[in-house]
């Protein structure tokens, strides 16, 4: 049974900094490749940062720069980094895993087939 539960939403301040972390159960390949997308009321869910099992990292391009994504597999946990925050970077956040598919990105979405309830970021 694979789950993902996020945390370490909130408020913040923009120009401040916030970090999420995504603890995931199941079986290994649930860390074949895990991600953060992030959601607003009526925009389509976006991939923010991916990590593939290698180490290997990609992020999405509105966010390049101002976040690193990084996991520790002791601890089954995805952590997300991100800085300097924005208005538009209030948003719904959430964490997925690609068990399937032998690549790893932040796109297509379809990748992702177990995903967590996500946690809120609001930036003020």
């Known amino acids: 049974h694979v789950q993902l539960v996020e945390s370490g939403g909130g408020s913040a301040l923009a120009g401040g900094s916030v970090r999420l972390s995504c603890q995931y159960y199941?079986?290994?390949?649930?860390?074949?490749?895990i991600g953060w997308f992030r959601q607003v009321p009526g925009k389509e869910r976006e991939g923010v940062a991916a990590?593939?099992?290698?180490?290997?990292?990609f992020y999405g391009d509105s966010v390049k720069g101002r976040v690193t994504i990084s996991k520790d597999n002791a601890k089954n946990t995805l952590y997300l980094e991100m800085n300097s925050l924005k208005s538009d970077d209030d948003a719904v956040y959430y964490c997925?895993?690609?068990?399937?598919?032998?690549?790893?990105?932040?796109?297509?979405?379809?990748?992702?087939?177990?995903w967590g309830r996500g946690t809120q970021v609001t930036v003020s």
């Open positions: 990590i593939y099992s290698d180490g290997m990292t």
């Open positions: 199941g079986p290994a390949l649930v860390a074949n490749c």
């Open positions: 997925a895993a690609a068990s399937r598919v032998g690549r790893c990105s932040t796109r297509p979405l379809s990748d992702y087939d177990y």
